[in-house]
Nanobody, 125 residues
Framework: QVQLVESGGGLVQPGGSLRLSCSASGSIVRINNVHWYRQAPGKQRESVAVISWGGTTSYADSAKGRVTISRDVAKTTVYLQMNNLKPEDTAVYYC???????????????????WGLGTPVTVSS
């Protein structure tokens, strides 16, 4: 079994920065397309950024210039660096993977559409 776990959320003042992490547990072989989504109170979940296995990145218009998605060398942790945070960035941030290939013992498994439980971000003075 594989899990995505987000961390790094918290309370930050307007103009501040946070770096969120999304880590995949288990014997990971490959993670195709890791997305960061966010859901503000009373609103629909929306995409923030995505990074492909090959490293191609894409950002929502609201995130461009303030947000950077990246990952570690092992490609099992994806980061979301958020700068110049605004109160409207307050939301629960989730990571999502299109496809994860991993070993369970000697057997290669594939799981699709994996969500983490989210990490809350509050931007307030």
């Amino acid at each position: 079994q594989v899990q995505l776990v987000e961390s790094g959320g918290g309370l930050v003042q307007p103009g501040g920065s946070l770096r969120l992490s999304c880590s995949a547990s288990g014997s990971i072989v490959r993670i195709n397309n890791v997305h960061w989504y966010r859901q503000a109170p009373g609103k629909q979940r929306e995409s923030v950024a995505v990074i492909s296995w090959g490293g191609t990145t894409s950002y929502a218009d609201s995130a461009k210039g303030r947000v950077t998605i990246s990952r570690d060398v092992a490609k099992t942790t994806v980061y979301l660096q958020m700068n110049n945070l605004k109160p409207e960035d307050t939301a629960v941030y989730y990571c999502y993977a299109d496809e994860i290939k991993y070993y369970g013992g000697l057997i290669l498994h594939t799981t699709f559409a994996s969500w983490g439980l989210g990490t809350p971000v509050t931007v307030s003075s």
